[in-house]
């Protein structure tokens, strides 16, 4: 009778676990364009700084990050699909940073519960498992000219014609007439040659601070501005109540810190996620953590009023310093 049970419960909750499903963000801490590798797929045909796999429904996977600079060597490591500490299907997210020794390696960073209507951050590449990677953009039209020669052979009336030569210079190019007409074969030979010039799509707009956007270059190719704009008040109350939800102190730093990676704030709204922590290190933790992430840097010393201790203060101004 148990084993009839067993079988029955099995049968009823099975499907619910086959829906369960992970998904796997990597970033480069240093902001090292790369391509993932997953399982021996292809994930992104172009190099990408900050990398997001939905759809995941196994344990573990076998991770290959290939850098768009060829000078770094490649990372091959298995990697669980799982929160470490509950074995439960979560959104894990694993960093791409340069040791003492000046190694890149892949490191754990966080692991936080499935959001369903998870939103990602412009700056993000999302790919669904199982699907294939889109293919690169087409390349740009390259800087030069392009010559089209036209000849047109005609019957005339016969006699003795005059040759002639006109020029015509317009906005688009030179376009060349010659005519020559010969008594002897009573034709007439036109030629037209077309000069016009392309230019290249790169470069042909200005990001505001006086250089050019590279929008068809691979992000490697960019310039990259940092923070300009924050979340949006939706989406920062969104993420500010999963900090808060978090049961720990542990698990709501390691998800404010994960919001952080993917997004950009303001000065005030850093100061609303370290009112959060309980403890003073944690504050601190974030603090240097938010602080490259910030949009409004000049008015980043109003976070050490959240502090309790000048020691806190202190530590946080000489970070912001040596940054």
Do not use: W
Not at 62 to 73: G, L, N, Q, R
Not at 97 to 109: P, S, V
Not at 244 to 249: I, L
Not at 286 to 313: I, L, M, P
Request: glycine share 8%; charged share 20%; with cysteine.
């Amino acid at each position: 009778m148990k084993y009839n049970k067993l079988i029955l419960m099995l049968a009823i909750f099975c499907p619910f676990l086959g829906m369960a499903q992970s998904s796997l963000t990597i970033f480069s801490e240093d902001g090292y364009a790369f391509y993932l590798i997953l399982n021996g797929q292809r994930q992104n045909n172009i190099p990408q700084t900050n990398v997001r796999i939905d759809g995941l429904s196994q344990p573990q996977y076998a991770v290959k990050i290939i850098f768009d600079d060829k000078s770094k060597p490649e990372i091959s490591k298995n990697v669980p699909a799982i929160d470490p500490t509950t074995s439960a299907f979560a959104d894990i997210t694993y960093k791409i940073k340069t040791n003492r020794k000046g190694e890149l390696k892949m490191r754990y960073f966080s692991a936080t519960p499935v959001q369903p209507d998870y939103v990602a951050p412009p700056d993000m590449y999302v790919m669904h498992y199982g699907q294939p990677a889109p293919p690169p953009p087409p390349p740009p039209s390259p800087v030069g000219g392009t010559t089209v020669t036209q000849t047109t052979v005609t019957t005339t009336d016969g006699g003795m014609g005059n040759g002639g030569v006109n020029m015509n210079v317009g906005m688009g190019g030179v376009n060349m007439n010659v005519n020559i007409s010969d008594p002897t074969m009573n034709t007439s030979v036109t030629q037209t040659t077309t000069t016009t010039t392309t230019s290249s799509s790169y470069g042909n707009m200005d990001d505001g601070y006086g250089e050019p956007v590279y929008n068809d270059a691979p992000p490697s190719r960019r310039r990259d501005r940092g923070c300009r704009y924050p979340m949006n008040s939706g989406d920062f109350r969104s993420a500010k109540g999963t900090v808060a939800n978090a049961s720990f102190e542990d698990t709501k730093l390691s998800t404010a810190k994960t919001v952080i990676t993917a997004n950009c704030m303001s000065t005030n709204q850093i100061i609303e996620i370290c009112k959060l922590f309980s403890f003073e290190e944690s504050k601190l933790d974030f603090a240097k953590a938010a602080y490259d992430r910030t949009t409004d840097k000049g008015n980043y010393f109003k976070v050490g009023n959240v502090f309790t201790f000048d020691a806190s203060r202190t530590e946080l101004n000489e970070y912001i310093s040596s940054h």
